[in-house]
């Protein structure tokens, strides 16, 4: 079998280990619900999540509501109205559809119960302008810190001051009635104030903290949105339990369980990667090239694997995503060694504003580009990977995949 076959099986079953199905539901069965119970399923892994909790509950589900990215739902669900929104940046189709959440919070009453499901991608699903604010003013600022290098946490820090719903505020519209949260965290060290903005969660960043992040990526904001940069968020909620059900951690466990069934040694080199796509490419690429040298401790047949989030500051007017940008890179270490692999991935199948959940390269990848008239180093300066990986068969597609928790690269060498 070769080392693009077993790169292919380790992809499906990362994936499929990793689907929140099982999660929800041992969440569901150690918690107590009291009286009638409402559903709000928010993020890419909505759908998904809010199918287990459906399955589960059966008829005690009154009724719910799922917002998801546009082409993730799967199908009906019974009691439960589906949404679709724009993803990264909110769209009109995400202001509508939380305000159906919304309403439905304003029915609960004294006794009643609000499941809350919410995964990766909440923050651009699930918004409300706070008074004063409009929706251009969510996306530009969401455009710009995207484009800046910003970090998720750095990113949200900014959303939930603009935000009616995230930051806690959601929960206390849900008040009185309790809220139970089942989380899928796609934020590296389980941040609960980050993971979709927080809208169960008290925060924990204060108005300084999102003054240095304007500061830091020299961000350009009118007077409605620095009004609200010096309005403090809400610090304390009193009717939220939360459970979280998956996290980068679970990610990088099914690619070393994966790596091991195919005869690899696997080591988990970190699941806090958090850098510049272009620079953990350079690093990652490294590894593998001396693997191959042996000028390390990793001994052939290996599986070193790292999991996390990287950035991409975007100077270049290309397509691409962080997964891809980062197996991009890593090639050029990696050119003309036989038996060494790197891929990327990003669990939720859609990396960047692209069709591809990320990239795979090999030691004939630099000449493949050649041969299409592709500089590498050129395609990195335009943040054009998506392209460049599609010349060379380098994409990994995968549609949808109903999970989100964060991104996993591994390098095989065979």
């Known amino acids: ?65 799922v917002v998801t990215k546009y ?19 909110a769209d009109e189709a995400t202001i509508a559809a939380t305000a159906k959440c919304i309403e439905l919070t304003q029915s609960l009453g004294e006794g009643d119960e609000l499941l809350f499901l919410v ?27 995207l484009k800046s290098g910003a970090d998720i946490v750095e990113i949200n820090m900014i959303r939930k001051r603009f935000s009616a719903v995230k930051a806690g505020r959601f929960a206390q519209m849900a008040a009185p009635a309790k809220v139970f949260a089942v989380i ?32 830091k ?29 998956g996290s980068v951690a679970t990610l990088t466990a099914a690619a070393e369980k994966a790596a091991s069934r195919l005869g690899y040694t696997p080591t988990v080199l970190t699941t806090t990667l958090n850098c510049e796509a272009a620079e953990a490419g350079r690093l990652m690429g490294s590894i593998a090239a001396d693997t191959d040298a042996g000028r390390n401790t990793f001994t052939r047949p290996c599986a070193i694997i790292a999991g996390g989030e990287t950035v991409v500051t975007v100077k270049g007017k290309g397509k691409g995503g962080r997964n891809q940008e980062l197996a991009l890179s890593a090639a050029k270490a990696i050119a003309g060694l036989d038996g060494v692999l790197i891929f990327s991935l990003g669990s939720d199948g859609t990396d960047g504003p692209t069709d591809a959940a990320g990239g ?28 460049a990986l599609g010349a060379v ?3 990994i597609v995968t549609g949808p995949t109903g999970t989100n928790v964060n991104d996993v690269t591994v390098i095989l060498c065979r």
Request: hydrophobic share 40%; charged share 25%; net charge negative.
């Open 184 to 215: 899928l965290s796609d934020v590296l060290g389980d941040r609960l104030d980050s993971i979709a903005s927080g809208p169960a969660v008290p925060d924990a960043s204060t108005v300084a903290d999102a003054q240095k992040v304007v500061e």
């Open 393 to 395: 068969d380098g994409l």
């Open 71 to 89: 082409d993730h739902s799967q199908g009906v669900l019974p009691n439960i109205d589906i949404y679709e929104a724009g993803h990264p940046v």
């Open 1 to 65: 079998m070769s080392i693009h076959n077993d790169a292919q099986q380790m992809i499906k079953s990362i994936i499929a280990d990793n689907m929140p199905r099982h999660a929800v539901e041992n969440a569901l069965r150690a918690h107590d619900f009291c009286g009638k119970i409402y559903l709000v399923a928010i993020g890419k892994a909505a759908w998904t999540m809010a199918q287990a909790a459906s399955d589960f509950l059966g008829n005690k589900l009154e009724r719910g509501i």
């Open 360 to 387: 795979i390269v090999d030691g004939a990848t630099i000449a493949g580009l050649k041969a299409k008239g592709l500089d590498v180093d050129k395609v990195l300066a335009n943040n054009d990977s998506y392209t």
């Open 217 to 245: 990526y020299n961000l350009q904001l009118n007077d409605a949105q620095r009004k609200y940069l010096l309005e403090e968020t809400p610090k304390t909620i009193d009717n939220v339990k939360t459970v979280i059900t």
């Open 119 to 145: 995964s990766g991608g909440g923050s651009a699903l699930f918004e409300k302008p706070l008074d004063g604010l409009g929706l251009a003013d969510i996306q530009d600022a969401t455009e710009q810190l």
